[in-house]
């Protein structure tokens, strides 16, 4: 088995982070968790200003970039503030809550 890289790593000590707020904490508090991560992620993707597709495991096809990719960096970030700002109608949505 190869090594993890630092980039798989730190995915997966994030998504355990996550996982264990969920568990321990409950759902309101792992949504915000979630959704602070998906801001995150925004800004990254922001500061990077492309996102890369194509299949994976393969080279990028192409890269979204422009306007059309700060757009949509600032509707995820926009998200993720919305899911720490009202974990409770995220849950809803997502239909994640208990009956």
Same mark, same amino acid.
């Given at each position: 088995? /190869?090594?993890?890289? /630092?980039?798989?790593?730190?995915?997966?000590?994030?998504?355990?982070?996550?996982? !264990?707020?969920?568990?321990? @904490?409950? &759902?309101?508090?792992?949504?915000? $968790? @979630?959704?602070?991560?998906?801001?995150?992620?925004?800004?990254?993707?922001?500061?990077?200003?492309?996102?890369?597709?194509?299949?994976?495991?393969?080279?990028?096809?192409?890269?979204?970039? $422009?306007?059309? !990719?700060?757009? @949509?960096?600032? @509707?995820?970030?926009?998200?993720?503030?919305?899911?720490?700002?009202?974990? &409770?109608?995220?849950? !809803?949505?997502?239909?994640?809550?208990? /009956?």
């Amino acid at each position: 088995m /190869p090594p993890l890289s /630092p980039f798989n790593l730190r995915g997966i000590v994030v998504v355990g982070g996550i996982a !264990a707020l969920f568990l321990f @904490l409950g &759902e309101s508090v792992g949504m915000r $968790g @979630l959704g602070f991560v998906i801001f995150a992620s925004a800004l990254i993707g922001w500061k990077s200003g492309r996102i890369p597709y194509g299949w994976q495991g393969h080279e990028p096809s192409g890269y979204i970039t $422009g306007v059309l !990719a700060k757009t @949509l960096f600032v @509707l995820g970030g926009l998200v993720g503030v919305w899911m720490v700002w009202d974990p &409770e109608l995220w849950l !809803a949505i997502l239909d994640w809550a208990d /009956p």
